[in-house]
């Protein structure tokens, strides 16, 4: 089992930034990816970036490509994500999730794909 436990949010204005974080705990010892996903408010969960256990590759959704950074510290089993630019469609609640052993990007991409997802934390930009 893995627990994944999201903070950060919070609400800003546009073009601010926020850095949320993902604390995880459990058996963090296998290697996984971690993944960000966010859900709008009546709008399907969509993901947002991920990163391979090594940081050997990160991937992110055009639509925020360039202004958010994912980023992780294994020694201390945290992952975060640096939001800059923040624009109004930004707002929803961002999600982490975790998968373990695997690297093909098109599965990456795929709520499905998660094995562990935290419970979230609201992210709203006010224009």
């Known amino acids: 089992q893995v627990q994944l436990v999201e903070s950060g949010g919070g609400s800003v204005q546009t073009g601010g930034s926020l850095r949320l974080s993902c604390a995880t705990s459990?058996?963090?010892?296998?290697?996984?990816?971690m993944g960000w996903f966010r859900q709008g408010q009546g709008k399907e969960r969509e993901f947002v970036s991920y990163i391979q256990w090594d940081n050997s590759d990160t991937y992110y959704a055009a639509s925020v490509r360039g202004r958010f950074t994912i980023s992780r510290d294994y020694a201390k089993s945290m992952v975060y994500l640096q939001m800059n630019s923040l624009k109004p469609e930004d707002t929803a609640v961002y999600y982490c999730a975790s998968k373990v052993n695997l690297s093909n990007r098109n599965m990456l991409v795929l709520t499905t794909t998660y094995e562990y997802w935290g419970q979230g934390t609201q992210v709203i930009v006010s224009s």
């Open positions: 459990g058996r963090t010892f296998s290697p996984y990816a």
